[in-house]
């Protein structure tokens, strides 16, 4: 059962502008259903879908529940606490039991970088990451792309800026990818405590100052400042996170630009960015929220071999 | 065939570096010595004949780094099929790592690998004490009893020495025993959690990296700390160009510093990790391509003195798992030569007799061990080579007792076909 996206969605790194520019087509139809009364396609009637979360998660594990509900499949949410993995099972052997259980899709959560990779190599059912280690998180770059495609029209020769946490982050790898691959010009900017080795060789600008990358930025997309970091010693204080890298009304000010405010939450309000920012007029943080569930219909509606082109009938020809 | 049968290879390609010798000669063994090397020997009453025509005669290899996992892990490796697996690839000495389980920290645990040698009666196992009690890297373990029940060297491998204190203490008691301290040169502040090289790669894989930085600031200490002291400090694995600049210069202001590198570390990169191949996680990591022409010059000219495998088996299951959760390390007593046979001489790098030098003679100087020379009267430890064969690596034919290899597959020209110890023969394909 391979589809046109391949048997996984494991990341943004290897797959073509065609295959991404795919999903984000097929989201759009997708995105009508959410906003009915009934909220339900036939589209995966009878597949049954594992979602495998061995980290927390609230939006991302909820977003891909709703994705799957709403195409009508069933679907089963394991957690790492509470389960056999939490007692010493191995990655491998939580993939052969499912496997065992005849499923046919997985959704998969892990800490460790590559955990995406190494299930959808071992079982036959398809693979769909929710975000490994730091490596990548591909349906929120996806539901990036959509929001900034819908908010300009446009992603080809878009400046998009990355700020923040950039070494840490799986969302900041997989929007790289993605960003490039259709045409916008990437940012980053951080502390260099934060920046990844050899980032600037993956074709990025790299801002050590917010103010220089507001000044060239159409869009920021703020990345989450994880607490930890600071007792880890990347970064002194919180305190001076903000007053350094806080993304401000104040600073935007001064561009010439509005800029679109996108963040992929949850928010530290007051550390990477200010809550009148994130609540003000240029802001699309909802939006991205309401557009990850339509990318993920339209992801798991591809894997599972539905065509494009179908993807209106799919929804069960309500659209018209 | 035991060592009271006199042998005579025949007809072989001499090589050995210790004399500056490659020339079509005969060797004969007696009482598990060298008995001659000349053309045209004659084979004495009762002799065993070995044609070896078209076939090289070296010293036997010697190994100054591997993990034997006996006490602690035998399902993994134990001495007996670790000797077994050395004399597969040509070896004839090997060197045992003290990381086992309990440690290899005092003087009956080395007498008891120096048993275990005895009873495989196959490739020689030199037991190496751990620097410090129980590697814990606090207290000074007992060198002169070690020495004694048959240590040829001090070591914390697995982990550095991270005291700075303690390693000069090290350094300065090795001295009395004439033994050299091994050192793992590894800042754990820098390399803490990392889990391949920091570089692209690393960055695109989402991996945490260990930079060079974190090796070359030990081997720095280490060059400084042997200069204060006058002790020999070997140098583990080296795997960063950086620390290749840090040992030419000490080398060349004449401070006693030995320094050894893998055939992984000369002949693969960091690019091996892609696919998250836990077969390609080893500690120090795989580098960049410049790391590797770096560490190639220096075993060239003499800057890194010899290979060592750093064989370090793990159970297949170990290995089958996400590439942070898997253990570093792999196998590769059965694949040293041939993987740096085919990449370096067959590659054009490097000549032969110049690999047997880095592989027999060079190691078994520094750790000053019997063998690496066919001089007559020297210890009988002799490989026969096949420069020309051709073979795939196929873990399943390992005799070692782990398979974890990034180089399954892999078409390598090359191999040991004879592997004689003090006179024996103890592999013979």
């Given amino acids: 059962m391979t589809s046109i996206l391949g048997k996984d969605l494991t990341g943004l790194e290897h797959m073509t502008p065609e295959q991404i520019r795919l999903i984000l087509d097929t989201a759009e139809p997708f995105k009508e259903v959410s906003e009915r009364p009934i909220k339900k396609v036939p589209a995966l009637r009878g597949k049954t879908i594992v979602n495998l979360f061995f980290e927390a998660s609230t939006r991302t594990r909820i977003s891909f529940e709703f994705a799957e509900k709403r195409l009508s499949a069933d679907t089963v949410n394991v957690a790492a606490s509470g389960s056999s993995v939490s007692k010493g099972e191995t990655l491998v052997d939580t993939a052969r039991n499912l496997e065992a259980m005849r499923i046919d899709m997985v959704v998969i959560r892990h800490p460790s970088s590559g955990a995406a990779e190494f299930l959808g190599d071992r079982i036959a059912s398809n693979v769909i990451n929710a975000g490994d280690g730091k490596h990548e998180h591909p349906t929120q770059a996806l539901l990036d792309l959509l929001t900034i495609r819908d908010k300009h029209g446009k992603i080809e020769g878009l400046k998009v800026c990355l700020v923040g946490d950039v070494l840490h982050s799986r969302v900041a790898r997989s929007n790289l990818w993605g960003l490039t691959k259709l045409g916008a010009e990437v940012a980053v900017c951080g502390p260099w405590t934060l920046m990844p080795r050899g980032i600037e060789e993956l074709g990025v600008t790299v801002f050590g100052r917010i103010e220089e990358a507001i000044e060239w930025a159409d869009v920021l997309n703020v990345l989450r400042l994880q607490l930890e970091r600071m007792e880890k010693g990347f970064i002194p204080s919180l305190r001076e996170y903000y007053r350094v890298f806080g993304v401000t009304p104040e600073r935007l000010e001064r561009s010439p630009r509005s800029i679109t405010i996108m963040h992929p939450g949850p928010m530290n309000r007051g550390v990477e960015i200010d809550s009148r920012v994130a609540d003000g007029p240029h802001s699309v943080i909802l939006d991205q929220v309401t557009n990850g569930v339509a990318v993920r219909m339209a992801v798991l509606y591809l894997l599972a071999g539905g065509r494009a082109e179908l993807a209106d009938a799919a929804k069960g020809g309500g659209s018209e | 065939m035991n060592a009271s049968v006199p042998l ?105 690998i120096v048993r275990q040698s005895g009873r495989a009666g196959l490739a020689r196992v030199h037991p190496i004490g751990a620097v410090s009690i129980g590697q814990k890297g606090e207290r000074l373990a007992e060198f002169g009893e070690m020495v004694s029940a048959g240590a040829v060297a001090v070591s914390d491998d697995g982990k550095p020495v991270v005291a700075s204190h303690l390693m000069r203490t090290a350094l300065e008691y090795a001295r009395t025993f004439g033994i050299p301290v091994a050192d793992h040169c590894e800042d754990p502040s820098l390399a803490s959690g990392g889990v391949m090289h920091e570089g692209l790669v690393a960055t695109r894989l989402g991996l945490k990296g260990i930079p060079s930085a974190a090796e070359e600031i030990m081997v720095a200490r280490d060059v400084l700390l042997s200069e204060l002291t006058g002790g020999h400090v070997h140098l583990c694995h080296m795997s960063a160009r950086g620390s290749v600049a840090i040992i030419r210069e000490a080398k060349d202001r004449g401070i006693r510093v030995t320094a050894e590198v893998t055939p992984h570390h000369l002949t693969l990169t960091d690019y091996a990790c892609e696919e998250y191949d836990t077969h390609a996680k080893m500690n120090p990591p795989l580098r960049e391509a410049a790391d590797v022409a770096a560490l190639r010059g220096a075993l060239k000219d003499g800057v890194i003195d010899c290979i060592a495998s750093d064989h370090a088996p793990h159970a297949y299951d170990e290995k089958e798992a996400a590439f942070d959760d898997a253990p570093f390390g792999i196998v590769g007593l059965e694949t040293a030569f041939a993987v740096a046979h085919t990449e370096l001489v067959v590659g054009g790098v490097f000549t032969l007799p110049d690999l047997i030098r880095r592989m027999s003679t060079e190691p078994a100087r520094v750790f000053h061990l019997p063998g690496g020379t066919l001089a007559p009267g020297a210890v009988a430890d002799v490989v026969v080579l096949d420069a020309a064969a051709k073979w795939t690596v196929d873990p399943n034919a390992f005799h070692s007792k782990s398979h974890n290899t990034p180089f399954t597959g892999r078409a390598l020209t090359g191999r040991a076909i004879l592997t004689i110890v003090a006179g024996t023969i103890v592999h013979e394909l």
């Fill in chain 2, 8 to 112: 005579l290879l025949q007809g072989g390609r001499v090589i050995d570096p210790s004399r500056d010798l490659d020339d079509a000669l005969d060797v004969l063994i007696q009482d598990g010595k060298i008995s001659a090397v000349g053309r045209g020997l004659g084979a004495p009453d009762g002799a065993a004949v070995r044609n070896v025509t078209g076939k090289v005669v070296a010293p036997g290899l010697v190994d100054l780094h591997v993990h034997l996992r006996e006490p602690g892990n035998e399902d993994e490796e134990t001495v007996a099929s670790g000797a077994r697996a050395a004399a597969a690839g040509g070896f004839t000495a090997i060197c045992a790592m003290p990381n086992t389980d309990p440690v290899t920290d005092n003087q009956a645990a080395v007498g008891f």
